[in-house]
């Protein structure tokens, strides 16, 4: 049987939720105690989502695959905030039956927006938004992808896509003032990135092809531009800008 669990609290005056379950043991838990809006659909086998809303934001989860058994957890007590999460599970790679997709986000900026999108086997998407008017969008299409964004600071950007096997991403804008970007593209298999920025208006560009490659971007100050391509194998690249307007491009076949 399927399973959905509302508890709308004192203090959530005029808040929403509306759950769809077509399937089997499909599990929904939202608690809210704000004025804030819940969407569930879980279609398939095993379904998990977990929803707390502490402020007046919007989520949306739907959940799908075969032998899903996706997995989500959202925390929420900013704003005027977003977030969406889309799970497509396959049950691609050993282990058999373990969760295929698992994502989590936690949200406490304001007016932010948080997209999340997985599809196929056992991808982990991590994302803790504590930035304002910022933006986090994770693509995740394989297996055994692993996402991690922290992002700080107002007005920020962080797209990470991963299309592939065993991909690593770490987005880092903790200690980002506002306009920075980061933007991650693995379609590789056992790629590995990490990108940190702080300061205004830094931007990070990954575009990482072929096998075992790595990259490693650190921004700090203002106004530099970091551009790594890989489409090799086993390359390892290093950029380190702490200037002022500096633009860096790497190369590796």
């Known amino acids: 049987n399927n399973v959905s669990l509302i508890d709308q609290q004192a203090g959530s005056d005029g808040a929403s939720a509306t759950v769809t379950q077509d399937g089997i043991l499909n599990r929904s838990n939202i608690v809210q105690n704000a004025a804030a809006a819940a969407e569930v659909t879980q279609t398939g086998v095993y379904n998990t989502s977990v929803i707390g809303q502490t402020g007046a934001s919007t989520t949306k989860v739907f959940q799908d ?12 007590s900013g704003t005027g905030s977003t977030i969406e999460v889309t799970q497509t599970g396959s049950n691609l790679a050993p282990p058999p039956n373990a969760p295929t997709n698992e994502s989590f986000v936690t949200q406490s900026g304001n007016d932010s927006f948080t997209y999340v999108n997985q599809i196929g086997d056992e991808n982990l998407s991590e994302v803790t938004q504590m930035a304002a008017n910022s933006t986090v969008d994770v693509s995740q299409d394989g297996t055994n992808n692993d996402s991690e964004v922290l992002q ?21 804008q903790t200690n980002a003032v506002s306009g920075n970007k980061a933007d991650v593209d693995q379609t590789g298999n056992d790629g590995l990135s990490e990108a940190t920025q702080s300061g205004t208006d830094n931007t ?48 590796q076949n």
């Open 65 to 76: 695959g075969g032998h899903a058994r996706n997995a989500s957890n959202v925390v929420q």
């Open 152 to 172: 700080g600071g107002s007005m920020n950007f962080a797209y990470v896509d991963q299309v592939g096997m065993r991909n690593v991403s770490d987005v880092i």
């Open 204 to 251: 990070a560009t990954l575009a990482q092809g072929g096998t075992d490659n790595e990259s490693f971007i650190a921004q700090g100050n203002m106004g530099n531009t970091a551009m790594v391509t890989q489409t090799g194998m086993g390359a390892v690249s290093h950029v380190a800008q702490t200037g002022i307007s500096n633009m860096a491009t790497v190369t």
